[in-house]
Nanobody, 113 residues
Framework: VRLVESGGGLVQPGGSLKLSCATS????????MSWYRQPPGKERELVAF??????YHVDSVKGRFTISGDNAKNTLYLQMNSLKPEDTATYYC?????????WGQGTRVTVSS
């Protein structure tokens, strides 16, 4: 199983970014896939998950972030709009397989003027 995140960077408050998580080694869409983030000096926290077409977003990102997946490309996405400084974090994708959880290496997002 391999997960590779991309799309992070520096963005101004109110801006947008789209994160991607390219996957391999398992059948995409079969397992729950999630985005987590870890702000500097804080614990890693759930942002959103996708489970066979059903999505969930935590309250702090609801209406601003959207998780989605492309089965043909084996890729998970996180569209992030109206970004705030408190969204600054390293963002990780995760897949929960029958063999256990697997994580990507993370992509850093910095929201600052």
């Amino acid at each position: 199983v391999r997960l590779v995140e991309s799309g992070g960077g520096l963005v101004q408050p109110g801006g947008s970014l789209k994160l991607s998580c390219a996957t391999s080694g398992f059948t995409f869409g079969t397992y729950v896939m999630s985005w987590y983030r870890q702000p500097p000096g804080k614990e890693r926290e759930l942002v959103a998950f996708l489970n066979r077409g059903t999505t969930y977003h935590v309250d702090s990102v609801k209406g601003r972030f959207t998780i989605s997946g492309d089965n043909a490309k084996n890729t998970l996405y996180l569209q992030m709009n109206s970004l705030k400084p408190e969204d600054t974090a390293t963002y990780y994708c995760k897949v929960q397989t029958s063999s256990g959880p697997f994580w990507g290496q993370g992509t850093r997002v910095t929201v600052s003027s």
